[in-house]
C-alpha cells in the first residue's frame, strides 16, 4: 500500500529554485525529505515534526531550503532555492510513525528511524 508520494522534481541551472510534494496517506510524528546520489549513501535534508511544525536542517541546506507541512492537504513540501550541482539526486520524502517515540524525531537525521518511504523524485542542477 502507497502511504507516501512525491513529485516537483526535475532539470534546473545552478541559482534556480524546484518545489517538491508529498502527499501522506499517514499519519507520522515527523516527517523528512533525505536525497542520495549515485554512489552515495543517503542523507538526510530536513525534518518538520508534525505536531509542533518544528524543523531541523542539515548544515548543506540550510538558509537554501525550507520544509513546510500543509496538514489540511496532508502534503509535506521542500523548497529548495539557490540550488546547487551538488543538490543533485534522488529526493525521498520519509515519515516515522506515530507510534514511536519523540526520540525518532530528535537529533541528527537517519533514514532508520524513518518506517515509510516514498518512491523518489529526481533533481538535477546543471552548472
Known amino acids: 500500500q502507497v502511504q507516501l508520494v512525491e513529485s516537483g522534481g526535475g532539470s534546473v541551472q545552478a541559482g534556480g529554485s524546484l518545489r517538491l510534494s508529498c502527499v501522506r496517506f499517514v499519519y507520522p510524528r515527523c516527517m523528512g525529505w533525505f536525497r542520495q546520489a549515485p554512489g552515495n549513501e543517503r542523507e538526510g535534508v530536513a525534518r518538520?515534526?508534525?505536531?509542533?511544525?518544528?524543523?531541523y536542517y542539515a548544515d548543506s541546506v540550510k538558509g537554501r531550503f525550507t520544509i513546510s507541512q500543509d496538514n489540511a492537504k496532508n502534503t509535506l513540501y521542500l523548497q529548495m532555492n539557490s540550488l546547487k550541482p551538488e543538490d543533485s539526486g534522488t529526493y525521498f520524502c520519509a515519515a516515522v510513525g506515530i507510534s514511536r517515540g519523540s526520540t525518532y524525531c530528535s537529533g541528527d537525521l537517519s533514514s532508520r528511524q524513518y518506517d515509510f518511504w516514498g518512491q523518489g523524485t529526481q533533481v538535477t542542477v546543471s552548472s
Open positions: 518538520i515534526a508534525s505536531g509542533t511544525g518544528s524543523t
